[in-house]
């Protein structure tokens, strides 16, 4: 089950269009990212930058189907 808790959509013109907090089963995710791309928009997990300078992501999915379903509620939230 993936469910958007918390959705903080601004406009400062950048592709950077919100953060959105999300539960996928006992787990909360904060700070998943909706970015504006090239095919349009997309949900990105949250990163952290390293000591080296180079951002990591915090939180990566392995599981496809789970990726696409975090796409869907993300995405679904923002549009409504």
Same mark, same amino acid.
Request: hydrophobic content about 45%; proline content about 1%.
């Given at each position: 089950?993936? #469910?958007?808790?918390? /959705? &903080?959509? =601004?406009?400062?013109?950048?592709?950077?269009?919100? =953060? $959105?907090?999300?539960?996928?089963?006992?787990v909360?995710?904060?700070?998943?990212?909706?970015? #504006?791309?090239?095919?349009?928009? =997309? $949900?990105?997990?949250?990163?952290?930058q390293?000591?080296?300078?180079?951002? &990591?992501?915090s939180v990566?999915?392995?599981?496809? #189907?789970?990726?696409?379903?975090?796409?869907e509620?993300? /995405?679904?939230? &923002?549009n409504?």
């Open positions: 089950m993936v #469910e958007v808790a918390r /959705l &903080y959509k =601004f406009d400062n013109g950048s592709s950077l269009k919100a =953060f $959105a907090d999300v539960v996928i089963g006992e909360l995710i904060k700070g998943v990212r909706i970015v #504006e791309g090239k095919n349009g928009l =997309f $949900a990105a997990m949250p990163k952290t390293a000591k080296d300078g180079k951002w &990591y992501e990566s999915l392995i599981n496809g #189907e789970l990726k696409e379903k975090l796409q509620a993300v /995405l679904g939230a &923002y409504a």
